[in-house]
């Protein structure tokens, strides 16, 4: 148990200096969200279980707009699609019963993944959990704060807070860099992705991003 | 039942079933052998992919802005072995820097 706990703390310590980014984020969908006809209730239940910025964003983009209901549900599901390639990747450091694999799939979101990946290939269930549950509070949080709040942070970009998702990629990528293979997957990786952005819609890039990893097959 | 509500049940169960696929089906199983080398370049290639989609990209265009001053200030960090909340801090410093200087 006390590596499990050891692991929860490292996970949590790691996703830590985004929670500020993460809480503006969660204020600024709860404010957008209520704007765009959803019920304060609809808007925390929404970052509870769709649980990822970019497809809530987009859903309620749609909505606002006047756009269907398939339209703003096929934005999210697009955007959310790579978490059925990350959740078969961390799937072997989940353990438990079903219900228990099941809720804790739900807290696999870039960050956590990113946090909870050891390398190697290898992910820990403990640091998953730690970061998961910790950004899952801020973000629901924040989100009920957003729905009463009005718009607290028009201006959030002035602080560069958007820069601060990039950095912790930066940070998580660093280490791994050593192996040429990764350095040619990365690089395939953004290219990849850049390449796809002004052809497909939202979500789409980055989902074929995560093809570069099939080189595996042929790189040593 | 309204549209906004619809599309909250719809995308809330979707991405729920998305995210537990992988686990619900092989959780705590290791995944064969040959799927490693796969699994060890999909960090690498995504990371990649999130940080350059997060700093070069403004919807479905290409852009290059002040989160590039940010992207610099973060390798550089990581470079130097820095901390990484020092490194989270420099790359919205250098951001918020460079865009009030260019407004």
């Known amino acids: ?220 | 039942m309204t549209r906004a509500w619809l599309t909250v049940l719809l995308a809330g169960t979707i991405t729920i079933m998305i995210k537990g696929a992988g686990p619900l089906l092989l959780g705590g199983r290791l995944l064969p052998s040959r799927a490693l080398p796969v699994l060890r370049l999909l960090a690498p290639s995504l990371f990649a992919a999130l940080i350059v989609s997060q700093v070069f990209t403004h919807g479905e265009r290409l852009a290059l802005d002040a989160r590039a001053a940010g992207l610099i200030a973060a390798v550089a960090g990581a470079a130097h072995g820095a901390r990484p909340f020092l490194i989270l801090l420099g790359a919205c410093a250098a951001t918020a820097v460079f865009r009030f200087v260019m407004a």
């Not at chain 1, 438990?96 to 804790?104: E, H, M, T």
């Not at chain 1, 739900?106 to 990946?117: C, G, K, R, S």
């Not at chain 1, 860099?177 to 796809?196: D, E, P, Q, Y």
Request: proline content about 5%; glycine content about 12%; some cysteine.
């Open chain 1, 1 to 220: 148990m006390r590596n499990i706990s050891l692991d929860y703390q490292a996970g949590s310590r790691a996703v830590a200096p985004l929670a500020p980014a993460v809480g503006v984020l969660g204020i600024l969908f709860g404010y957008l969200a209520t704007a765009a006809g959803l019920t304060p209730a609809a808007a925390i239940l929404m970052s509870a279980t769709t649980f990822a910025g970019s497809a809530q964003f987009a859903a309620i983009a749609v909505l606002g707009a006047g756009g269907t209901v398939v339209a703003a549900v096929a934005a999210a599901t697009l955007l959310n699609a790579r978490y059925l390639v990350l959740g078969l990747s961390v799937a072997p450091a989940i353990k438990g019963c079903w219900p228990k694999r099941l809720l804790l799939a739900q807290l696999v979101v870039d960050e956590t993944w990113a946090i909870a990946y050891t390398g190697g290939g290898r992910f820990n269930g403990g640091r998953l959990f730690g970061a998961g549950s910790v950004l899952f509070l801020v973000h629901v949080g924040s989100t009920a704060i957003g729905t009463v709040s009005g718009n607290l942070f028009a201006d959030a970009a002035a602080f560069g807070l958007d820069a601060a998702f990039p950095a912790l990629f930066v940070v998580l990528l660093w280490p791994h860099l050593m192996a040429r293979s990764a350095v040619i997957a990365a690089a395939a990786g953004a290219t990849i992705a850049l390449g796809l952005t002004p052809f497909t819609p939202p979500g789409i890039p980055i989902l074929g991003a995560a093809a570069a990893c099939l080189l595996g097959l042929r790189l040593r």
